[in-house]
């Protein structure tokens, strides 16, 4: 089982340009998440998607769009990247999210390091 | 919004020593405390999790819960130099069952 991958594990970007974070599990898990760690910041909740078909925003969602695509896919877009949005991408995932309850453990990719020029 | 502290460190100790790392949370409802250990330029990995007051034994690491100062703690025995990364701590429950991140104390082992 490779759990949760991301691609691209770096980027750089242009300010205005647009790209999407892919996010794939293998783990058979209901829920998956989208977070950013910057310096000092510790990790920020952007997107989560409960269960397959249903996405809801975080604690930063502005300038981000999600998508999943299907129960092992859950992608995350940039429409018109800013400087603000530099930082590093995570995504997680977890086997009933909401409905497993308090113990119920978060399992996160490589990360994606994503810089904005 | 739910708020989760923890001291920035860095914190430095000597190889075979106590680390003691500590947080403190603001949702007197949250139900859940997570420890995760995150090594330079990789992904944070769960070491402990811990519901009930009191103290939760793994290995070298004890978790310590006192729900009624909103304090939890994560003590390393025998503190290795394999041990140096940061520490997040995160606090799950209340309201919702999202994981809400403190901002990480960077540990150093120093042989």
């Known amino acids: 089982n490779a759990g949760v991958t991301q691609t691209p594990k770096f980027q750089v970007l242009k300010t205005g340009q647009s790209m999407t974070l892919q996010c794939a599990q293998d783990?058979?898990?209901?829920?998956m998440y989208w977070y950013r760690q910057d310096p000092g910041m510790g990790l920020r909740l952007i997107y989560y998607s409960a269960s397959e078909g249903t996405t809801d925003k975080g604690e930063v969602p502005n300038g981000y769009n999600v998508s999943r695509l299907n129960k092992r896919e859950f992608s995350l877009r940039l429409e018109s990247a800013a400087p603000s949005q530099t930082s590093v991408y995570f995504c997680?995932?977890?086997?009933?999210?909401?409905?497993?309850?308090?113990?119920?453990?978060?399992?996160f990719g490589p990360g994606t390091r994503l810089t904005v020029l | 919004q739910k708020e989760v502290e923890q001291n920035s460190g860095p914190l430095s100790v000597p190889e075979g020593a106590i680390a003691s790392l500590n947080c403190t949370y603001s949702?007197?409802?949250?139900?859940?405390f997570f420890w995760y250990r995150q090594y330079s330029g990789k992904s944070p990995e769960l070491i402990m999790f811990i519901y009930s007051n009191g103290d939760k034994e793994d290995g070298r690491f004890t978790a310590q819960l006192n729900k009624a100062s909103q304090y939890v703690s994560l003590l390393i025995r025998d503190s290795q130099p394999s041990d140096s990364a940061t520490y997040l701590c995160a606090v799950k429950g209340g309201s919702n069952y999202k994981l809400t991140f403190g901002k990480g104390t960077l540990l150093t082992v120093n042989p």
């Open positions: 783990m058979n898990h209901n829920s």
């Open positions: 997680a995932s977890s086997e009933l999210g909401f409905a497993g309850g308090p113990s119920e453990e978060q399992f």
């Open positions: 949702d007197r409802g949250s139900q859940s």
